[in-house]
C-alpha cells in the first residue's frame, strides 16, 4: 500500500502564486510517475501534471507555461509550482502515483485551490 498526504492548498487572488507538495509512503518502488489531477465543480478529474522517477514531465496544455513540476526522489515528495492562477484553475487537485512495476496506482485526498478575480 502507498499513502499520499497532500499540503500546500488555499485560497488566492488571480496572478498569484501556490506550492502543492505531496508526500508518499508505504511500499514505493520504481520505476514510477507521480503527479497531479484537479476536478472541477461539475466537471471531470483532469490531468494536470505528471513527472517520471526519471524526471520526464507532462502538463496539460492550459498550464504550460506557469506551472512546474518538480520531485525530491531521496523524500519521495513531489512538488507542484503554480504562478499566474486564474480563476479557471480552481479545483480540487489531487496528488496520484503509479507504480510501474506493479501497475497500480493510487490517489491522495486532495486538498482545494480557490482562485477569485
Not at 506551472?67 to 480552481?90: A, C, G, H
Amino acid at each position: 500500500q502507498v499513502q499520499l498526504v497532500e499540503s500546500g492548498g488555499g485560497s488566492v487572488q488571480a496572478g498569484e502564486s501556490l506550492r502543492l507538495s505531496c508526500a508518499a509512503s508505504g511500499s514505493i518502488t520504481s520505476p514510477n510517475v507521480m503527479g497531479w489531477y484537479r476536478q472541477a465543480p461539475g466537471k471531470q478529474r483532469e490531468l494536470v501534471s505528471l513527472i517520471a522517477s526519471g524526471g520526464a514531465t507532462d502538463y496539460a496544455e492550459s498550464v504550460k507555461g506557469r506551472f512546474t513540476i518538480s520531485r525530491d526522489n531521496t523524500k519521495n515528495t513531489v512538488y507542484l509550482q503554480m504562478n499566474n492562477l486564474q480563476p479557471e484553475d480552481t479545483a480540487v487537485y489531487y496528488c496520484y502515483i503509479k507504480l510501474i512495476l506493479g501497475r497500480r496506482d493510487y490517489w491522495g485526498q486532495g486538498t482545494q485551490v480557490t482562485v477569485s478575480s
